[in-house]
């Protein structure tokens, strides 16, 4: 195949949430990784690592541990922090007294940048508390665009989970549909979670689950934002033909691209190989970082 698509169109794609389900990296092995990690040069992955409250004193006894020197985790990382400091994606339930623990916890720590905060929509004005120039992802109930609108309309971006440990937590391709074109038309920047493994669908073997292909939900977001209908973008949901798709990436104008990557910001992977090794054998990035893409171009910082 000629041509290649617009260098935007992947980066900044990945969040690290190795700490997460299937992964579930114990925390040293998810900072280790994440150190290599943050030497990737496809450009692909944030540099954010994303980690629930509830491991925040963890988290930061590994930092401790690793800048002692007795642990896995120390030295330089790069990324969207500045220098030396780990660029943190916080998930945390929404209410007051949790949110609020989390951000006293953070504040002034050298070793620490927050980049995002995200989780289930709880209650909308806790997330006052999160400094301005932080953005927030909220998780909406499925299929629920009344709450989408309110996320919306206090300023915040929305946040999907396509897959999960059951067979129900999987949403179909119409109800993905629905929640990206509703973004889309509304403005709305989102970032998707959990069972994006792969750049296209799949049935794990082992569990039976069909998995939906990141590179499908990349293709539906630039469809919405071109202004396709709902059937249009929830039939690139479930194209599995791989030549097909990567002629479609290739073919994305770069204006085009732009805009779908301010729509889809970023998504958590468990995994931070698999969507590189992925994009690598289809062809569509390369080993060197695309020309003027930074570890962030997705603009902002899921599990």
């Known amino acids: 195949m000629t041509g290649h698509p617009p260098p935007g169109l992947f980066a900044g794609l990945v969040d690290d949430a190795g700490l ?52 896995a985790f120390g030295g330089r990382l790069d990324g969207t922090a500045a220098e030396g400091r780990l660029a943190l994606g916080l998930v945390s339930p929404l209410e007051p007294s949790t949110l609020h623990t989390a951000l006293a916890r953070l504040e002034g720590d050298p070793r620490v940048e927050l ?20 953005p927030c992802f909220v998780e909406t109930p499925r299929g629920d665009l009344d709450a989408l609108a309110r996320v919306s309309a206090a300023g915040h971006g929305a946040k999907i989970r396509c897959g999960g440990a059951r067979a129900e937590q999987f949403p179909p391709s119409a109800e993905v549909a629905r929640f990206v074109v509703a973004c889309a038309r509304g403005g709305v920047p989102f970032k998707a979670t959990a069972g994006l493994h792969h750049a296209l669908p799949y049935r794990d073997r082992r569990t039976g689950f069909t998995h939906h292909g990141f590179l499908n939900l990349v ?11 709902l059937p249009a973008v929830s039939e690139i949901l479930d194209r599995t033909d791989e030549a097909a798709l990567v002629a479609e990436a290739r073919a994305v104008p770069p204006e085009l691209a732009r805009a779908a990557r301010r729509a889809l910001v970023a998504y958590g992977s468990c995994r931070t190989d698999a969507p590189v090794d ?26």
């Open 20 to 71: 997460f389900p299937p992964e579930e990296l114990p925390m040293p092995a998810a900072l280790r990784r994440h150190r290599h990690d943050c030497a990737d040069p496809t450009g692909v992955l944030t540099g954010h690592f994303l980690c629930a409250a509830s491991r925040l004193d963890e988290l930061l006894e590994a930092l401790a541990a690793g800048a002692r020197g007795r642990g």
């Open 115 to 134: 980049v995002g905060v995200e989780g289930l929509l709880g209650d909308l004005a806790a997330l006052a508390a999160v400094p301005p120039s932080v």
């Open 219 to 229: 293709l539906a977001t630039c469809r919405a934002v071109d202004g396709a209908g």
């Open 278 to 303: 992925d994009l690598r054998r289809l062809g569509l990035v390369s080993s060197a970082a695309p020309p003027g893409a930074t570890a962030s171009a997705g603009t902002e910082a899921s599990a």
